[in-house]
T-cell receptor, first 113, second 115 residues
Framework: AQSVTQLGSHVSVSEGALVLLRCNYSSSVPPYLFWYVQYPNQGLQLLLKYTTGATLVKGINGFEAEFKKSETSFHLTKPSAHMSDAAEYFCAVTLTGANNLFFGTGTRLTVIP | SQTIHQWPATLVQPVGSPLSLECTVEGTSNPNLYWYRQAAGRGLQLLFYSVGIGQISSEVPQNLSASRPQDRQFILSSKKLLLSDSGFYLC??????????????FGPGTRLTVL
C-alpha cells in the first residue's frame, strides 16, 4: 500500500530564508507525487506534481521539489521565503491506475518577519 | 476556464440532524468528482468518488452518503449527524480520463461543526 509521511507538522522560517518541507513516500511501484498548498479556510491548490521524466519539478510561486527514488523522498523547497508563503502544505501520492490521492498529515509553515 | 463551487461555506448543526452539502463544477464535462474530509491534524481522507452520474464509490464506511444526480453536481448527505462528523469537507474534480496523473482541483470547502 502507498502512504506519505511529512516530517514536521510545524516549520518556522525567517523571511528570506530557505524553505524545506519534507515528504517521504512508501510505494511498491513508481508513484506519482503532488504538493498542494492550503491557505486558511480555503481549498487546496496544486503547487507541483511529478509523474515521469525530469526528477526536479518546478511549480508555482517559486517552489520546486525533487523526486529521489533512492531516498523515497519528494521534499519541497523554495530559496527565499515570503510572508505570503505562510500556509499548510500537503504532500500526496497516487499510483498508476489508481483513483485515490493519499495525503500526508500536512506541514504548517510560519514565516517570521 | 473551470471552476468548482461548494456551499454552504460554514455550517453548524446539532447531533442527529440531517446534512446536505453541495458541490458543482463548471466549464468541463464528465469530470471525476471526489469528497474529502479534513479533520484537525489528520490530513485529508477520501470519502467518496464518482466517475459518472449515479456512480458512487465509497472509500470508508461511515455515517455519510453521496449522490451525483447530474454530471457536474455532487452531493454529500447524512440522515443523522454524529459529533465525529465535524470537519472541513472538500470537493474536488479531475478530468474524466481516469489517469492517475490527472490533477485534482479542489473547491473552497465547507466547515461543518456538529454540536
Amino acid at each position: 500500500a502507498q502512504s506519505v509521511t511529512q516530517l514536521g507538522s510545524h516549520v518556522s522560517v525567517s523571511e528570506g530564508a530557505l524553505v524545506l518541507l519534507r515528504c517521504n513516500y512508501s510505494s511498491s511501484v513508481p508513484p506519482y507525487l503532488f504538493w498542494y498548498v492550503q491557505y486558511p479556510n480555503q481549498g487546496l491548490q496544486l503547487l507541483l506534481k511529478y509523474t515521469t521524466g525530469a526528477t526536479l519539478v518546478k511549480g508555482i510561486n517559486g517552489f520546486e521539489a525533487e523526486f529521489k527514488k533512492s531516498e523515497t523522498s519528494f521534499h519541497l523547497t523554495k530559496p527565499s521565503a515570503h510572508m505570503s508563503d505562510a500556509a499548510e502544505y500537503f504532500c500526496a501520492v497516487t499510483l498508476t491506475g489508481a483513483n485515490n490521492l493519499f495525503f500526508g498529515t500536512g506541514t504548517r509553515l510560519t514565516v517570521i518577519p | 476556464s473551470q471552476t468548482i463551487h461548494q456551499w454552504p461555506a460554514t455550517l453548524v448543526q446539532p447531533v442527529g440532524s440531517p446534512l446536505s452539502l453541495e458541490c458543482t463544477v463548471e466549464g468541463t464535462s464528465n469530470p471525476n468528482l471526489y469528497w474529502y474530509r479534513q479533520a484537525a491534524g489528520r490530513g485529508l481522507q477520501l470519502l467518496f468518488y464518482s466517475v459518472g452520474i449515479g456512480q458512487i464509490s465509497s472509500e470508508v464506511p461511515q455515517n455519510l452518503s453521496a449522490s451525483r444526480p447530474q454530471d457536474r453536481q455532487f452531493i454529500l448527505s447524512s440522515k443523522k449527524l454524529l459529533l465525529s462528523d465535524s470537519g472541513f469537507y472538500l470537493c474536488a474534480w479531475s478530468e474524466g480520463t481516469w489517469a492517475s496523473t490527472d490533477t485534482q482541483y479542489f473547491g473552497p470547502g465547507t466547515r461543518l461543526t456538529v454540536l
